[in-house]
């Protein structure tokens, strides 16, 4: 609870996504889950911004678990892209269900990133 015992305060919050990264040989892999919007974007595209700045050969970000994808995750998803193009570094989604692909359709973004169905299959390129 926040200082007056009542209402919690923005140190109390729980992000609504969380990012966690893992190494397999030369690719990056972002694992994302909860909710991407306006208020975890920012965490989300820090983790992105990290994993492309190590300077694998490709930064797999992994949707799979993502509950919530709006406009926020399109747009943090189009920054990411920019800046792994300008670091030289592909990246790569993983995105299988509809509250993600849907987005990612509607807006022509499946037409700017490689969409794979597994980590697996992402990983191999």
Do not use: K, N, W
């Not at 990264?21 to 972002?30: E, K, L, M, Y």
């Amino acid at each position: 609870m926040g200082s007056d015992g009542i209402f919690p305060t923005p140190a109390d919050a729980v992000p609504p996504a969380l990012a966690a990264v893992d190494t397999i040989g030369p690719v990056s892999v972002v694992h994302v889950s909860g909710e991407i919007d306006m208020t975890s974007r920012d965490a989300v595209e820090r983790v992105l911004t990290r994993a492309v700045d190590g300077h694998p050969d490709a930064v797999v970000v992994d949707l799979s678990d993502v509950t919530f994808f709006g406009s926020s995750g399109l747009q943090m998803l189009a920054e990411a892209r920019a800046h792994a193009a300008a670091s030289h570094v592909t990246l790569r989604l993983v995105a299988s269900s509809r509250r993600v692909l849907r987005p990612l359709e509607i807006t022509g973004m499946t037409m700017a990133f490689q969409v794979y169905s597994s980590v697996t299959e992402a990983v191999a390129g």
